[in-house]
Each structure stands twice: as C-alpha cells, then as structure tokens.
C-alpha cells in the first residue's frame, strides 16, 4: 500500500510540476509583448523619445535571445531545477524594478536583466519537461501544454497588458510578476526533480560561451536596430558581419576543444536543425501578426489598449483548444509532417486574408476570421516542431537542444518583427507619396508585409517537405536512460 500510495504521489508531483514551470515560462513569454500596448503610457510618464522607447522593448528581446544558449548549456552541467529557479529569482527582481522605475534609463536596465533572467529559466523548462515525461504518451501532454504556452502567450500578453494598463497603470504589467515569481519559485524547489549534475570539473570553456554569448548579442542587436537604422546601413552591416565572424570563431574553437560548452555533435541529431529552420521560417511570418495587428486595430480601426488585447481571443482560445491534446492525438494518427504541413497552410491562408482587409474592415467575420485561422495553425504546427526536435537528443544534451529550440524561436521573431515591420513603414511612405490618405498607405503597408509574411511560411513549409520528412516517418519507443536519447512515438507520415 505504501508503494501504491508513494507512485499515486509521485505522478501528481510530476503533473504539478509541469504547471509550474509552464507558469514561469508562460510569465517570462508574456514579458515579450506585453508592454506593447502599454508603450504610450510609458513615453507620457517616463518622457521617452519614439527612438529610446523602442530600446524597453529591444533591451528584453537582446537579453533574451543572447543568453539562452549559455544557458542551457550551464543547465545540462549544473542541474536544470538549479537553472530554472535561478533564472525566475532574477526575472522576478527585475520585474520589481521595472515597476517601481521612475526614470528612462532604470526602465530599461531592469527589461535587459529581466531578458537574462527568462533566458536561465527558460532555457531549462522544456528540458526538465522531457526528463520528468519519459512516457511518450505522458510526454505528448506535457509538450501540448509547453507549446501552447510558448505559441500564445504573445496573444495573451496583449490581452493581459491592455487589462492592466487600462484598469490600473503601465507599472502593473511588472508587479503581476512578483507574486507570481514568488509561487512560482516555492512550488518549483518543492515539486521539480533536480536533473544529474555532472558540474565543471573537466573545465569550463570560457573562450566559447563569451564568443557565443557576444555573438547572439551582436546579431539579435542588428537586426531590432535595422528599423530605426536601415538594412543595409553600414551600423547594421557592420554588427551583423561582426556577429557572423565571432560566431566563426565560435565554431573553430568548439570544433578543437575536448570539452566544449557547445558540443557541435548536437547539430548532427536528426530534426533538430531541421525543424529550427523550418520554425524560423513560420514564427518570422506569423509572429509579425503581432506587432503589425496591434497597429492595424489601434492606428486604422482606432481601437483602444483592451479591445486590442480582447480583439486577439479567437487565436488565443482555438490554439488553446488544439493544445488540449487533439493536436497529438492528429499527429498519433497521421504522424507530425502531415498535421505541420496542414497547419502551416492554415497560418499562410491566415496571412493571404489579412493582406486583403479594408481599412474599414468589421470585426466579425473579417478580423476574426483570420485571427480564428492563425489560431488553428499555430495549434496544429508548434508541437509537431517540438515533436521532432527533441525526438533524438541525447538526454545529456537536453537542456543545450532546448537552448537551441528557444533560440530559433526568439531570434527569427525578432527578424520578423523587423524586417515585416520596415517593409510595412516603407510601403506606408510610398504610398502616402502617391496621394495615397493616410489610414489607406497603413494599410497597404500591412498588406505587403502580410503577403511577404505568408510566403515565409510557404517556404518552410516547403522545407519541411523536403528536409523533415525522413525524420517524420516513424520512431521507435526505447526505455529512456541518462545516455539515450530522448524518444517519441510517433507513426508513419
């Protein structure tokens, strides 16, 4: 009775555990967007110019993006549980201090720290996740969960910063935080099992986490700087090149070391780089929706900070529905090529339907609609992505993989938040040159950069096409042990 009792305890521990590191890292997503709509309120309090605003949205995102590498390496060697508890100490002490900022300059060393924090701890979470479900049936709710939190929480923090801007100030988008880090952090040293912990005692290389980090730094720089800047500037040139050469040296160093902090062994696991380039390609389209929706909804229909945030739901709950497990139970029945080819062509006919919307376009069906249909895709593509990336590593490597998953994600968001988002002010200007009323060039700025954004989808999923589908045909279930890799059961595509 005792080892029934201590089983039926341990599985509610582990169930447990899993919604609270999903609430740390629903918490540290949320970060990403959330001051969006809160952005005028700030430039009013704090006396921000249009330039240094951008940088309490930018300081978060080259934080984030930079450390998340370092960072899961350091978690495979020092314990994840460790990793991810440290990360949400820090993220929730910046959190305080973004909201008690009463200056420009503490605003925005507090969203840099506040990146590093999300970075550690996030960079730990889909790791402990994979180490505590080693059941692929198990393994298969547990990532549902993650990717819906991952995938929807740029929604939801639109939703969450119009409620608290509106209702309250721009400083309780950071104070909901504290409370939260607080639970967060109590529930975690109690339920999550710490992982091995082999430590730094065959070394630590320096030399590569510095190249690494400095390179990631450098490149997610360029690219949230080439709005302000322009692509072929010789500032975003110049970072971007500096960035590609550390990261050459990067390689060369790992590639003589005995034991490297980036073992590039890691890029030979089937699916991992493979699926990354194929997220890439989906996130800097759909991820744009984001930025560029807000715009459209506040700047063309003239809504306010909650509409805008409530105008997103239809995404929000139907990629929760998919999350629920039927996106699994599709992929258990069709394998995970065929449901992320079907939900790419959701989320690029989502975009092709934006890129038509008047500047007078209703709400129902015309807005909705589309958002009803990225909602849809997202649900059906994420987890398929997960699936797939992680299916092969090494257990030892779980927590550098998760780096890279995170990395793949955070970094092609921030190009197509950039890129999408030039283009639109480029195509706006032409437009307002022609004559063109000012909500009508808006809107055909949006609609170039919906349609360049629906082709970037059409172009991963065409790479997921040719590149995933051997890795997508089927996978055998093995007993998980601390040097096998992490398995998944999947059937034939």
């Given at each position: 009775m005792i080892t029934i009792n201590s089983l039926i305890i341990g599985e509610r521990r582990r169930w447990v555990a899993l919604a609270v590191v999903c609430m740390g890292q629903l918490m540290m997503v949320l970060d990403a967007t959330i001051v969006n709509v809160a952005l005028p309120s700030m430039q009013r309090d704090l006396g921000f110019s249009q330039a240094n605003l951008a940088w309490v949205i930018d300081a978060y995102m080259i934080a984030f993006g930079s450390f998340l590498l370092l960072a899961g390496r350091l978690g495979d060697l020092l314990g994840r549980k460790r990793m991810f508890l440290s990360g949400l100490v820090v993220f929730t002490l910046a959190s305080m201090a973004c909201g008690i900022?009463?200056?420009?300059?503490?605003?925005?060393?507090?969203?840099?720290?506040?990146?590093?924090?999300?970075?550690?701890?996030?960079?730990?979470?889909?790791?402990?996740?994979?180490?505590?479900?080693?059941?692929?049936?198990?393994?298969?709710?547990?990532?549902?969960?993650?990717?819906?939190?991952?995938?929807?929480?740029?929604?939801?923090?639109?939703?969450?910063?119009?409620?608290?801007?509106?209702?309250?100030?721009?400083?309780?988008?950071?104070?909901?935080?504290?409370?939260?880090?607080?639970?967060?952090?109590?529930?975690?040293?109690?339920?999550?099992?710490?992982?091995?912990?082999?430590?730094?005692?065959?070394?630590?290389?320096?030399?590569?986490?510095?190249?690494?980090?400095?390179?990631?730094?450098?490149?997610?720089?360029?690219?949230?700087?080439?709005t302000e800047y322009g692509w072929l500037s010789a500032h975003t040139l110049g970072f971007g090149a500096a960035s590609l050469a550390l990261l050459a040296m990067f390689v060369a160093v790992e590639s003589r070391l005995a034991n490297p902090m980036f073992p590039l062994r890691i890029l030979r696991v089937p699916g991992l780089a493979a699926s990354s380039v194929v997220r890439a390609f989906l996130v800097t389209g759909m991820f744009s929706t984001f930025l560029l929706g807000v715009l459209y909804l506040q700047h063309v229909r003239g809504y306010g900070a909650l509409e805008t945030g409530l105008a997103f739901l239809p995404l929000t709950l139907i990629m929760g529905v998919m999350s629920v497990g039927v996106t699994a139970r599709l992929m258990g029945r069709f394998g995970p090529l065929r449901v992320l080819l079907v939900g790419l062509a959701a989320i690029a006919g989502a975009l092709v339907l934006l890129s038509q919307l008047p500047a007078d376009a209703s709400y129902f069906p015309t807005i909705a609609a589309p958002f009803a249909l990225l909602g849809l895709g997202a649900g059906m593509s994420f987890l398929p992505l997960m699936t797939i990336a992680m299916a092969e590593v090494p257990l030892a490597d779980a927590g550098l993989a998760s780096g890279i998953v995170n990395a793949s994600l955070q970094i092609s968001a921030a190009i197509g938040i950039a890129a999408l988002g030039t283009v639109a002010a480029e195509r706006t200007k032409v437009l307002a040159g022609l004559g063109e009323h000012h909500v009508q060039a808006l809107t055909g700025g949006f609609h170039l950069a919906w349609a360049i954004g629906a082709g970037a989808v059409v172009i991963g999923a065409l790479i997921a096409l040719v590149w995933l589908r051997p890795r997508a045909r089927a996978a055998e279930v093995v007993e998980l042990r601390e040097d096998d890799p992490v398995s998944f059961e999947l059937e034939a595509a």
């Amino acid at each position: 009775m005792i080892t029934i009792n201590s089983l039926i305890i341990g599985e509610r521990r582990r169930w447990v555990a899993l919604a609270v590191v999903c609430m740390g890292q629903l918490m540290m997503v949320l970060d990403a967007t959330i001051v969006n709509v809160a952005l005028p309120s700030m430039q009013r309090d704090l006396g921000f110019s249009q330039a240094n605003l951008a940088w309490v949205i930018d300081a978060y995102m080259i934080a984030f993006g930079s450390f998340l590498l370092l960072a899961g390496r350091l978690g495979d060697l020092l314990g994840r549980k460790r990793m991810f508890l440290s990360g949400l100490v820090v993220f929730t002490l910046a959190s305080m201090a973004c909201g008690i900022a009463d200056d420009q300059i503490l605003l925005i060393v507090a969203r840099f720290i506040q990146g590093l924090g999300g970075a550690v701890a996030s960079a730990a979470v889909l790791a402990l996740l994979i180490t505590e479900f080693p059941r692929p049936s198990e393994r298969a709710i547990a990532m549902s969960v993650y990717t819906f939190i991952v995938s929807s929480g740029g929604s939801i923090g639109l939703l969450a910063g119009g409620v608290l801007t509106q209702s309250l100030s721009w400083h309780w988008i950071f104070f909901i935080n504290v409370p939260i880090g607080i639970v967060t952090f109590l529930l975690g040293r109690a339920l999550i099992s710490e992982t091995a912990r082999p430590g730094l005692g065959q070394g630590v290389d320096v030399i590569g986490a510095l190249l690494v980090t400095v390179s990631l730094m450098l490149g997610v720089y360029a690219i949230v700087k080439a709005t302000e800047y322009g692509w072929l500037s010789a500032h975003t040139l110049g970072f971007g090149a500096a960035s590609l050469a550390l990261l050459a040296m990067f390689v060369a160093v790992e590639s003589r070391l005995a034991n490297p902090m980036f073992p590039l062994r890691i890029l030979r696991v089937p699916g991992l780089a493979a699926s990354s380039v194929v997220r890439a390609f989906l996130v800097t389209g759909m991820f744009s929706t984001f930025l560029l929706g807000v715009l459209y909804l506040q700047h063309v229909r003239g809504y306010g900070a909650l509409e805008t945030g409530l105008a997103f739901l239809p995404l929000t709950l139907i990629m929760g529905v998919m999350s629920v497990g039927v996106t699994a139970r599709l992929m258990g029945r069709f394998g995970p090529l065929r449901v992320l080819l079907v939900g790419l062509a959701a989320i690029a006919g989502a975009l092709v339907l934006l890129s038509q919307l008047p500047a007078d376009a209703s709400y129902f069906p015309t807005i909705a609609a589309p958002f009803a249909l990225l909602g849809l895709g997202a649900g059906m593509s994420f987890l398929p992505l997960m699936t797939i990336a992680m299916a092969e590593v090494p257990l030892a490597d779980a927590g550098l993989a998760s780096g890279i998953v995170n990395a793949s994600l955070q970094i092609s968001a921030a190009i197509g938040i950039a890129a999408l988002g030039t283009v639109a002010a480029e195509r706006t200007k032409v437009l307002a040159g022609l004559g063109e009323h000012h909500v009508q060039a808006l809107t055909g700025g949006f609609h170039l950069a919906w349609a360049i954004g629906a082709g970037a989808v059409v172009i991963g999923a065409l790479i997921a096409l040719v590149w995933l589908r051997p890795r997508a045909r089927a996978a055998e279930v093995v007993e998980l042990r601390e040097d096998d890799p992490v398995s998944f059961e999947l059937e034939a595509a």
